[in-house]
């Protein structure tokens, strides 16, 4: 309701137009109205009346004087109405929001379980986190944007300024019916479900967080970007037409002829087609191959760079992608039309022999066993077996079978499946069989307190020899939860012991047996203990036979190449690089110990391999590598017969070339106001071929025609256009001296409206955008990172008339929420625009500290009339920390003779930070170590933890950024260890 503030029925007489001010006061409220505004805008929040009249007074000052005492001070009241009852009836639970304080009142009203948003006015709304899983959400609001970190029954967004609906919930379904929307769901929320619905709309999602799943039930054009694990999509019949472009991979089901566009980051994406005859037409500009499949179909491989468009039910395997891997260089047409002399005699589809699943069983991280009550074959199973992750609103299909094996004497019923990747501890699969019903599991725990048994695997060792002892942990249900590469997971908690001499341990290896056979014993530590001292261990005996040298082993690796599939092996003129998106086998030549020579090519029986870095690159016992989409180099160790030969190193895109270079503003905008200078930065990311970011010292430009004013800054420009002429101007930059690479950027100059002095509206910009992602990355050159805050007051043409200050004297007062709740429980004012996220602690050892990272909201509020913060407007920016995080490369002996922390941790582990070594860099006081579980009897100890810290000169000054090393390792010391 909106009363009329001019016109006043007062005792003096009718329709009289005050001269002074207006105001409202309300009485009898039941209805929980609270308060009206200055207008005469009231909410209610509940069902009931209250009472209102318009009342005037000469002033201000007098008005201010009657709030104080409204009782004392009535004489000041010029006029007033008569008292007008407003009953407030139920409207089916809806209510009709048009600012922020309304918008917070519906909320915590039960009366509403529908809330529309509904206002042309630019505003920004924030709606804190909290639960309202009774009330949906409907916003139409084409001016507004807003942060929402509540959940609801339902958000339905009609209309919304471009590019600012921020989601931070978990738990959201959305209903898209706006014809151009961009949504970003940002690193801490989860969204259970995004249906669109309106036709030719262009939806924009950019998701950081995590999305289930998305419906298109018109046609859309979808575009996807962000950091996403795996979306599912289903395209309805109705949506036919629709376009996706993804950047993140995504698992569809296409129920009408539609279009792909698949760019890099999207790799693991797949198409079911939920009949044959559907159309669906893909372009691949991934780095990896897109899978599409159909009914009764063999699928169809599109490689990187390639495009096709897929219409028949029986689908050709693709022979591969082009040299130009992620350029869309070639396009194939799937089921070419024959001529009339030549057409086929239509066959029927195949049909799938009905098989049923019995059960399933994790086998251990990777694998799992299915039995059938029908004996199958390998093919059978590689070609109708589905494995799916259930989700709380659905299932997604996983991709990445890597073995597929009859289980011994099982009939051919029963069959073990291994993944390439790790199953998610304590999630659910499901498992069927074309598409039949399915059966599921729960994948085991890989936790400490899981373990129930330990079981050695090595049956037999070489004379002088060195081998490493094999064994697996499992839970009580026999699933195995160990990884035997992995010293970091539950090995650590693992020792040996020898029965004889024939035989010494170091670590989990047996170093150069002799002839005969030993027992070994390998006990696992849960470092809990009985009441008289006795720690409680599971432990297991083998009898393990050194056999003779028999000279079937081997010595040395000669050569080892990398082949795609059509490659011809070739050891004197190998190729030993590897790109990322590249598909390539290992080959091996080793020389045995008779001087004879062998292969992996010629004996692939006998040889296995084994990754330092599984989160860079796989590779199975036949050489095949899967890249992981990290780059490094990786140690492959190469085993013959069983026995370990030597290690290779293979660098994963050992060569890097500068390829692109993206700038954070194409298009600048300046104000030539006299009232201060409007200076707005840019900068540049330089990447190479693959992507990644690459490091330059400075960013240069020069003037295409007239120039502004820059001034440079290190990585930065700062362009500004104090008093000068309208109009458009063009900069060429590039970064250092590779000036072939450049960017164009064009800056408009601009005047706010003639002749006006006070500011229409305010702008919140940070580091010169409306957000902005910070890396708190330091390097040798630059150990500081600065945000850029800054309030503007614009003309009514929304050019930049004026820069407010945050100082004592300014009438606003800025904010900042930070992600790290415990140093900073509320928001905190600052009073510069200017804010530092690394700050250095200490004097003589200079500490450089960094904020959290996370996302970083400013508000900015304006002291009213009254002299309370009204919020004016809210920004959000987010911090990111890309800094190379210490790995343990490699741990020696797990028994030391070390009697401080840091002799312990240069004698026992090598930890690098990308390839510096900094286990020489410890902090001898830090040393988290696990007493309560260390036997007064002997000298077994945790180690839990370690800072170190690595080094930064900047202008021959020292600074040290420490990093808080997890080991959770299981050591012996001495007795006097401290």
Request: glycine share 6%; with cysteine; charged share 20%.
């Amino acid at each position: 309701m909106d009363f009329n503030s001019k016109i006043i029925n007062t005792s003096a007489g009718k329709n009289v137009r005050s001269e002074g001010i207006v105001r409202w006061e309300i009485k009898n409220d039941t209805a929980g109205v609270g308060s009206i505004s200055e207008d005469g805008e009231v909410f209610a929040t509940q069902i009931g009346t209250f009472s209102v009249r318009a009342i005037c007074f000469q002033s201000k000052e007098k008005y201010q004087h009657w709030l104080k005492d409204k009782e004392g001070n009535k004489e000041y009241i010029t006029a007033a109405s008569k008292w007008y009852k407003i009953s407030i009836a139920n409207d089916a639970g809806k209510a009709v929001v048009t600012n922020q304080d309304q918008l917070d009142k519906a909320l915590s009203s039960d009366l509403f379980s529908q809330i529309t948003v509904s206002t042309d006015k630019e505003l920004s709304f924030l709606i804190k986190e909290s639960n309202y899983s009774n009330k949906t959400l409907i916003i139409n609001a084409p001016k507004a944007d807003i942060a929402n970190y509540a959940v609801f029954h339902m958000v339905e967004i009609q209309a919304i300024k471009d590019n600012t609906w921020n989601e931070y919930a978990k738990g959201n379904q959305f209903l898209l019916s706006s014809a151009k929307i961009r949504v970003v769901v940002n690193g801490v929320a989860e969204v259970r479900d995004i249906i669109i619905d309106e036709a030719s709309s262009t939806i924009n999602l950019e998701v950081d967080g995590k999305v289930h799943k998305i419906t298109l039930l018109e046609p859309s054009l979808l575009n996807l970007s962000g950091d996403e694990d795996l979306i599912s999509i289903t395209i309805e019949e109705t949506s036919e037409g629709s376009k996706i472009v993804s950047s993140v991979p995504i698992l569809v089901e296409a129920n009408s002829n539609s279009e792909y566009v698949f760019n890099p980051g999207s790799e693991g994406s797949s198409i079911n087609k939920c009949d044959s005859s559907i159309v669906v037409k893909v372009v691949n500009n991934s780095k990896g191959t897109v899978i599409i499949t159909a009914k009764n179909s063999k699928g169809e491989r599109v490689m990187a760079g390639e495009s096709t468009i897929s219409n028949q039910s029986t689908l050709p395997q693709s022979t591969g992608g082009s040299e130009n891997s992620g350029q869309s260089s070639s396009t194939r047409i799937t089921q070419p039309t024959p001529s009339p002399s030549t057409q086929p005699t239509p066959t029927a589809e195949p049909v799938p022999i009905p098989v049923l699943i019995e059960s399933v069983k994790q086998v251990d991280l990777s694998t799992f066993r299915v039995k059938f009550d029908t004996a199958l074959t390998v093919d059978d199973v590689r070609e109708n077996i589905s494995l799916y992750l259930v989700l709380a609103d659905g299932k997604a299909k996983l991709t990445g079978m890597n073995e597929i094996k009859v289980v011994e004497n099982s009939g051919n019923k029963c069959f073990e499946i291994t993944m390439n990747d790790c199953f998610s501890p304590t999630y659910t699969y499901s498992v069927s069989y074309a598409n039949n019903i399915s059966k599921e599991f729960t994948a085991a725990s890989v936790q400490v307190e899981n373990v129930d048994s330990i079981d050695i695997i090595t049956a037999k060792v070489i004379q002088n020899k060195s081998t490493d002892i094999r064994f697996n942990l499992r839970n009580r249900d026999g699933v195995i939860i160990n990884q035997p590469e992995d010293m970091g997971n539950l090995n650590g908690r693992v020792t040996l012991e020898c029965s004889n001499s024939l035989a010494t341990i170091n670590g989990l290896s047996i170093m150069n047996p002799t002839l005969g056979e030993t027992t070994v014993k390998t006990i696992f530590h849960t470092n809990n203990y009985l009441s008289n001292g006795d720690e409680i261990i599971l432990e297991d005996e083998k009898g393990i036979t050194c056999e003779a040298d028999t000279n079937d082993y081997a010595t040395s690796v000669i050569s080892w190449t990398l082949l795609d599939s059509d490659e011809t092996i070739d050891y004197d003129n190998p190729n030993q690089s590897i790109y990322l998106g590249d598909d390539k086998r290992l080959y091996v030549k080793v020389e045995k110990a008779d001087g004879s020579y062998t292969s992996s090519d010629m004996e692939s029986n006998k040889f296995k391999f084994a990754s330092s870095d599984t989160s860079i690159l796989l590779i199975d016992n036949s050489g095949y590598l899967i890249l992981r989409g990290g780059d490094g180099t990786v140690q492959v160790t190469v085993i013959y017969n069983n026995v370990t030969v030597s290690a290779i190193n293979i660098m994963v895109d050992p060569s890097s070339v500068p390829s692109m270079l993206e700038v954070d503003k194409a298009n600048i905008t300046l104000s030539n106001t006299n009232n201060f200078t409007d200076e707005v930065p840019l900068t540049a990311t330089l990447t190479d071929q693959r992507g990644d970011n690459l490091d330059y010292t400075s960013l240069r430009y020069e003037p295409i025609g007239d120039p502004v004013n820059v001034r440079a800054v290190g990585k930065k420009l700062y362009f500004s256009a104090r008093n000068m002429t309208l109009g458009t101007y063009q900069y060429k930059v590039w970064v250092d001296d590779i000036t072939n690479i450049s960017k164009t950027i064009t800056i408009t100059v601009v005047a706010p409206t003639e002749g006006q002095i006070t500011p229409s509206i305010y702008s919140l910009e940070i580091n010169g955008k409306p957000t902005d992602n910070i890396d708190l990355k330091v390097s040798s050159d630059d150990i500081t990172e600065y945000v850029s805050i800054k309030l503007y007051g614009l003309a009514s043409n929304n050019v930049k008339l004026t820069e407010e200050s945050f100082d004592a004297s300014s009438k606003f007062t800025v904010k900042v929420e930070s992600p790290d709740t415990e140093k900073y429980p509320e928001p905190y004012v600052i009073t510069e625009s200017s804010l530092s996220l690394i700050a250095v602690s200490g004097t003589s050892i200079k500490e450089l500290i960094k904020e959290a990272t996370g996302n970083y909201r400013v508000y900015v509020y304006e002291e009213d009339n009254e002299g309370s913060l009204q919020l004016r407007n809210t920004a959000i920016f987010k911090v990111v920390d890309s800094q190379p995080k210490p790995r343990i490369f490699n741990i020696s002996e797990l028994t030391t003779t070390a009697t401080y922390v840091g002799d312990l941790l240069k004698e026992i582990f090598e930890i690098k930070v990308g390839n510096t070594i900094i286990t020489n860099n410890f902090d001898d006081n830090i040393g988290n170590f696990d007493y309560s579980s260390r036997h007064p009897l002997t000298s077994k100890i945790l180690l839990r933890s370690a800072r170190l810290y690595e080094v930064y000169l900047v202008g021959g000054i020292e600074y040290r950024l420490y990093h808080t090393v997890d080991f959770n390792t299981y050591i012996t010391v001495p007795d006097d260890f401290q």
